[in-house]
């Protein structure tokens, strides 16, 4: 079956940083859009970032700065680099890769529909 594993979640106090990992299970993430969302205790999931294909990316308003996306597609695995965490930032963060693939096409924006989820890896920041 077709599926992602985070990791790299853990607790660590504001300020500081994590470094959360992808790794596609079955298949490759060549040519896919790979998204982070986060769901936080009693709020809805929310996106954090998004990698097209081409490599452009894009940020929610509240990590823009601190959070970065990046591929290696020659280790098949997506990061996802948090710095300067703050308490607000503790959540259930899920990695999503698209179901579909292209090379120039623009998935991101409609990647929670049609994409592959993992389990989620939790951050805490502590005050």
């Known amino acids: 079956q077709l599926h992602v594993v985070e990791s790299g979640g853990g607790m660590v106090q504001s300020g500081g940083s994590l470094t959360l990992s992808c790794v596609p299970s079955?298949?490759?993430?060549?040519?896919?859009?790979i998204g982070w969302y986060r769901q936080a205790p009693g709020k809805e999931r929310e996106g954090v970032t998004c990698?097209?294909?081409?490599?452009?990316?894009t940020y929610s308003a509240s990590v823009k700065g601190r959070f970065a996306i990046s591929r290696d597609n020659a280790q098949n695995t997506v990061y996802l680099q948090m710095n300067s965490l703050k308490p607000e930032d503790t959540a259930v963060y899920y990695c999503?890769?698209?179901?579909?693939?292209?090379?120039?096409?623009?998935?991101?924006?409609?990647?929670?529909?049609?994409?592959?989820w993992g389990q989620g890896t939790p951050v805490t920041v502590s005050s």
């Open positions: 999503a890769v698209s179901r579909r693939v292209t090379v120039y096409g623009v998935i991101c924006p409609g990647l929670r529909e049609s994409a592959y």
């Open positions: 079955g298949f490759t993430l060549d040519h896919r859009a």
């Open positions: 990698i097209e294909s081409s490599g452009d990316t």
